[in-house]
């Protein structure tokens, strides 16, 4: 499934909000704002996940028409 990321680093000034939330849940992976996981990465069920976000996404674009 091809997507572009962005790293942040939760350290870094201004990240506080990451930091109080994910100090201890590193990695944490959301998808255009909506949770997605953290701690451990499973490819299979990290992709099932993934489509499952892609299809709402794709679906609410559709729906309002973007």
């Known amino acids: 499934i091809p ?4 790293e942040v ?4 000034p201004g990240n506080e909000k990451w930091f109080d939330e994910y ?3 590193i ?3 959301h998808v ?3 949770f997605l996981l953290y701690h451990r990465v499973d ?3 990290t992709k ?3 489509r499952s976000i892609l299809k709402r ?8 028409g973007m």
Do not use: C, M, S, W
Not at 3 to 6: A, G, M, P, S, V
Not at 9 to 12: E, L, P, T, V
Not at 57 to 64: E, I, P, R, V
């Open 43 to 45: 490819e299979e069920r």
């Open 57 to 64: 996404l794709d679906a609410k674009q559709k729906k309002t």
């Open 23 to 25: 100090k201890y849940d």
């Open 48 to 50: 099932h996940q993934l």
């Open 32 to 34: 255009n704002g909506e």
């Open 3 to 6: 997507f572009d990321y962005e």
């Open 9 to 12: 680093d939760i350290r870094a």
């Open 27 to 29: 990695p944490a992976v």
